[in-house]
C-alpha cells in the first residue's frame, strides 16, 4: 500500500472521525452483543470477539457506551412498547465522546 503506519491511522481518522484503536474496539463490541443477542452466553460472546473473559468485556462496553453488553441486548429485543425506535440497519452509532483513546 506504501503507507506508514502513522499515514494510515492518520488517514483513518481524517476520514472516519475515530482513532484506528477505539475503531477496533467498537468493532469488537459489536461482535460481542451480536454474538449476545443470537444466544451465547456473555462468555462465549466475549472469547468470540477477543476479550478475555466476560468481565473483561462488560468493564470496557460500560466504559464506552455506559450500560451494560446484557442491558443493551435486552433492551434491543424487548423494547419499550411505547417507544418508536428509528431503524439503525448497519448504521454506526459513535462511542461516547467523552472517553479517551
Do not use: C, Y
Request: hydrophobic share 45%; charged share 15%.
Amino acid at each position: 500500500m506504501g503507507l506508514s503506519p502513522k499515514r494510515l491511522a492518520a488517514l483513518f481518522r481524517q476520514h472516519t472521525g475515530l482513532a484506528m484503536r477505539r475503531f477496533t474496539l467498537w468493532t469488537r463490541l459489536q461482535l460481542a452483543v451480536a454474538e449476545i443477542a443470537r444466544g451465547a452466553s456473555l462468555t462465549d460472546g466475549a472469547l468470540v470477539a477477543g476479550f478475555a473473559d466476560g468481565a473483561h468485556l462488560t468493564h470496557t462496553f460500560r466504559r464506552m457506551f455506559g450500560t451494560t453488553p446484557s442491558g443493551s441486548v435486552a433492551r434491543s429485543l424487548h423494547p419499550h412498547p411505547l417507544v418508536e425506535r428509528p431503524s439503525l440497519g448497519n448504521a454506526l452509532v459513535r462511542p461516547q465522546a467523552s472517553i479517551g483513546t
